[in-house]
């Protein structure tokens, strides 16, 4: 089928031998200065023969070559316009490639709840039942691997690029669900976990950048709502899958091996997934790069996408020979400390502890089962999620960042009211209710998702990856402290005091966000760091 192609008049190439009259009056603008024009459209096989036509008048013989020149021109053009007025099919093309690395958020997910229901049983046929310290440090020692994986993953990424980096890093993954799988001691058990720990650690940082460099500007904030997504999925199917584990004291055998083949999925999906067209650029494979943005982008965004590559790199240089110490310049430490302090906000906010005292907050309205009340919560951030995915690329990132914190301490002075006014027993018990569902349903709608992706968008091409690992491994120290202190906090001061100080934390996460955060919705990464950086503005007002 001929596709009919409309251009705009000073796309055409003008010539004394040649008839402009069939391209000027199919441009709008043009049609409202030439009425009496029929045409509207055009097809590209039409233009060709047009060209044709002319080559063959007998006065052309005259300055052939010249004319040649100037056909093959406007050929040239004719095809640019057919390019720029190409379907534009939106997030479609990049939305495979992001759902594959949002797999890794559904092992980050998986890996978070596969130990919730059969601890008891793992700790029994193991030999460490009763050891309370031994059971943490099976769930923490799965921290301390993310950790260190965090912070190798911004030397990785720069090295060997996004895919293989993903490729590589489910080597831990796979390995360490198996080695859990097959435990038959304590020291094997650990071992597992902290292989996964490892190749989570890797895959949160890597995850939100590649989403924040390979989808659409107009979309990047929907699709980086799949991290969330991915999450929160992969915790309902490890919830689910542990509803046999109640009858069967082995079945935590079977939900690891399972966790081994989402790692196969992850590995295989990545050999056909795109390259970051950025890393591409700053690899200097610059044909690959403009391939990668033609397939997802469109072809109209090559030649803009190139340039604004290019005026990044030539300003901060590129990833790929970066150092750790960087951090410590301007405008690098800025957006690190913004990051390291958004993710401290955001877990002494108390999700965390939110989410472990949710069980005994259920089980005081008769959901005894921790699985069903894990699965409520689970539903609850997953419904929050999907929000986000809608009002991501709408309401902007500071918004609803602000409103998300607002909300969540709302919800903490709720269940505060619950438990320190003198309310009746069922009163009390639904307020308390109400309060938690609120809290986890206004954490999943932006404090979770926008802050990993936040921090990306407005880190420096130069640097992303290391600004992500070190603001994830801040992210996974306190993580670590707030599982560490936080039954010794409610033990000593009780629930209202310290879900208190949630709130506390939450409104100074709100407040943080409205004074510090800039908008980034609608702005390619390029155009945010070219406002960002005044060493950028300064070459640029010198030129």
């Given at each position: 089928m001929q596709r009919a192609l409309a251009v705009h008049p000073f796309q055409?190439?003008?010539?004394?031998?040649?008839?402009?009259?069939?391209?000027?009056?199919?441009?709008?603008k043009i049609n409202t200065l030439y009425p009496y024009s029929n045409s509207t459209s055009f097809s590209l096989s039409r233009e060709i023969k047009v060209l044709a036509a002319n080559k063959q008048q007998p006065h052309d013989i005259i300055n052939s070559e010249n004319r040649d020149d100037e056909n093959e021109l406007l050929q040239e053009k004719v095809i640019a316009a057919a390019a720029d007025d190409e379907l534009d099919l939106g997030w479609l093309p990049a939305f495979p490639h992001v759902l594959t690395a949002s797999m890794s958020n559904?092992?980050?997910?998986?890996?978070?709840?596969?130990?919730?229901?059969?601890?008891?049983?793992?700790?029994?046929?193991?030999?460490?039942?009763?050891?309370s310290f031994l059971e943490g440090l099976v769930v923490s020692i799965f921290i301390v691997g993310a950790f260190i994986g965090s912070i190798a993953s911004g030397s990785l990424v720069d090295k060997l690029g996004y895919r293989r980096t993903f490729q590589i890093d489910t080597l831990p993954l796979i390995l360490g669900a198996i080695v859990s799988a097959q435990a038959h001691s304590i020291e094997e058990m650990l071992l597992g976990r902290f292989l996964v720990g490892l190749g989570i650690g890797v895959n949160t940082v890597l995850v939100p950048i590649y989403i924040s460099e390979v989808a659409p500007t107009q979309y990047r904030g929907s699709l980086g709502s799949l991290c969330q997504i991915g999450t929160c999925v992969g915790i309902i199917a490890s919830l689910c899958l542990a509803i046999p584990s109640e009858n069967d004291p082995h079945w935590w055998r079977t939900m690891l091996y399972i966790a081994s083949v989402p790692g196969f999925i992850l590995a295989l999906g990545m050999q056909f997934s795109v390259e970051s067209p950025r890393w591409l650029c700053k690899a200097g494979r610059l044909d690959e790069a403009k391939k990668v943005i033609r397939n997802i982008w469109g072809s109209s965004e090559v030649d803009k996408a190139i340039e604004e590559f290019g005026s990044v790199i030539k300003n901060d240089g590129s990833d790929l020979d970066s150092c750790w110490l960087e951090l410590l310049e301007e405008p690098h430490s800025r957006v690190a400390t913004i990051g390291g302090?958004?993710?401290?906000?955001?877990?002494?906010?108390g999700i965390n502890g939110v989410l472990y005292f949710s069980s005994?907050?259920?089980?005081?309205?008769?959901?005894?089962?921790?699985?069903?009340?894990?699965?409520?919560?689970?539903?609850?951030?997953?419904?929050?999620?999907?929000?986000a995915l809608y009002l991501m690329d709408k309401q902007g990132r500071q918004r609803l960042l602000v409103g998300s914190y607002a909300g969540m301490a709302l919800s903490m002075f709720l269940i505060v009211c619950a438990i320190s006014f003198p309310l009746e027993g069922e009163i009390s018990n639904n307020l308390s209710i109400v309060g938690t569902i609120l809290y986890i349903f206004t954490f999943a709608v932006g404090a979770g998702p926008v802050t990993g992706l936040i921090i990306p968008e407005l880190s420096s091409s130069r640097m992303r990856g290391k600004i992500m690992g070190f603001s994830f491994s801040v992210h996974w120290v306190c993580n670590f402290l707030v599982g560490l202190f936080f039954l010794e906090l409610v033990e000593k001061f009780g629930v209202a005091p310290v879900y208190g100080s949630f709130g506390a934390?939450?409104?100074?996460?709100?407040?943080?966000?409205?004074?510090?955060?800039?908008?980034?919705?609608?702005?390619?990464?390029?155009?945010?760091?070219?406002?960002?950086?005044?060493?950028?503005?300064?070459?640029?007002?010198?030129?």
């Open positions: 055409c190439f003008y010539s004394p031998r040649f008839d402009p009259k069939p391209y000027f009056y199919n441009s709008p559904f092992l980050f997910g998986y890996h978070i709840g596969v130990m919730n229901g059969p601890i008891v049983s793992i700790a029994k046929e193991l030999g460490f039942e009763g050891n302090a958004l993710f401290v906000l955001q877990q002494f906010a005994l907050t259920f089980k005081d309205v008769g959901i005894s089962s921790s699985a069903l009340a894990s699965l409520y919560v689970g539903l609850t951030n997953f419904a929050g999620a999907l929000c934390f939450s409104l100074m996460a709100a407040a943080f966000a409205y004074y510090f955060i800039v908008e980034t919705k609608g702005r390619s990464l390029e155009e945010i760091e070219m406002s960002l950086n005044p060493n950028f503005q300064g070459k640029r007002n010198s030129e």
